[in-house]
């Protein structure tokens, strides 16, 4: 990239094999790359290629089989407080309101309740559910429920967020609106995001860099940077010609 950027997050030389009755099977296999602070990068790839693996792994979820994941230049070692997950299937509290839900991590971590409410009617703002803060999650669409997501995780105060394909149940008008509310988020506040999607076109719109998986077992194919500026107009033609370049080092299966 042109400017000068601090680097992370390393991931290098990540493998990862199971071991099950039906033998070894090797999901991940000497994956490298790097993170920079402040920057969109998204890992795109096939499905069931191994990207939640390679993502609970980044987050101290999971052991890695062999390789080194270096956050900051020293060895992530199980959970790291400073990197958070939005999961594409969320798990918010049903009893809880959108506030309640949002300052979950807060509370756990002893922040006291006015300071606690503070911090979470910020990002509550910041994603665009204003007005909701008393809803309860069965009241929510499910772009809104990804909202409530997102600020839970914003308001955590991570240096990284992890997204695990966070739109991908979600229906075509919804998806693209809520990656333009994503931008927004992230332009106001400059997190560095860590994206995984199996959309090309998603991975086009969004990231400054984009890493493209090979099929089971995941193996980095090419990494992309995008020049682009944003918003990007999806029917360019530079967006067009990048999509295609991207469309043709592609496995069938994306």
Known sequence: ME???????????ISKTFFSHKGYFTAIEDVSFDVYDGEFLVILGPGHC??????????GLEEKTSGQVLYKGSPVSGVNPEISMVFQKLALMPFKTVMQN??????????PKARRREISQNYI??????????SYPYQLSGGMKQRVGIARAYANNPKVLIMDEPFGQLD?????????????????????ILFVTNNIEEACYLGDRII????????????????????RNMISREFLDLRTKISGNTDLAI
């Open 3 to 13: 400017k000068q950027l601090t680097k992370l997050l390393e991931a290098k030389n």
């Open 50 to 59: 191994g990207k939640t693996v390679l993502l609970n792994i980044i987050a």
């Open 102 to 111: 949002v300052e979950l991590g807060l509370k756990f971590s002893g922040i």
């Open 125 to 134: 703002d910041l994603v665009g559910l204003k007005g909701f803060e008393k």
């Open 172 to 192: 075509a008008q919804t998806r693209y609106a809520m990656q333009e509310e994503l931008l927004k988020t992230w332009e106001q506040d400059k997190r560095t």
């Open 212 to 231: 493209l998986l090979s099929q089971c077992p995941a193996k980095v194919k090419e990494i992309y940077t995008v020049d682009l500026p944003k918003p």
